[in-house]
């Protein structure tokens, strides 16, 4: 249900931004799963027990499955919103798909679609209205 519009499309860049997070930790995991020793010195090497080994690998595949299923939300949640943004014709839509998906400044936005500050203002005002009108619960 959308009850603040503003806040709605907001959502979009935090879930992006989360979304890179949870990339990162997943690489970030990834990388040393396969690990088992770590070298001192040429000489000597110390493998870690295999308990303590299998606990760390389940936490992982643990957290790493979470992780998986909320990736996947939020990926079908940007492009679901982004979506109905580019439903929008026109430079309304334009506007809004700047400052919510491409995280635009305003004179970014303004540059980009060579229009004056007070249009996009205009235009963002018109575009949020008919957005609440297509996707706001009746």
């Not at 760390?56 to 992780?67: F, H, Q």
């Not at 949640?77 to 026109?90: N, P």
Request: net charge positive; glycine share 6%; proline share 2%.
């Amino acid at each position: 249900m959308i009850t603040d519009t503003k806040a709605y499309l907001n959502g979009i860049g935090r879930m992006k931004r989360e979304l890179s997070l949870l990339l990162a930790r997943r690489e970030e995991l990834a990388g040393p799963a396969g690990v088992t020793a770590i070298r001192y010195d040429k000489d000597r090497v110390q493998t870690s027990p295999s308990n303590t080994f299998e606990a760390a690998l389940v936490r992982m595949i643990d957290k790493t499955a979470a992780d998986d299923g909320r990736i996947r939300y939020l990926c079908m949640e940007i492009d679901r919103r982004t979506k109905q943004i580019k439903s929008l014709r026109g430079k309304t839509g334009a506007v809004l798909y700047c400052r919510y998906v491409a995280e635009m400044t305003w004179a970014q936005t303004c540059r980009r679609l060579d229009i004056s500050y007070r249009t996009a203002m205009k235009l963002h005002t018109r575009g949020l209205s008919r957005f609440r009108d297509m996707y706001a619960p009746r």
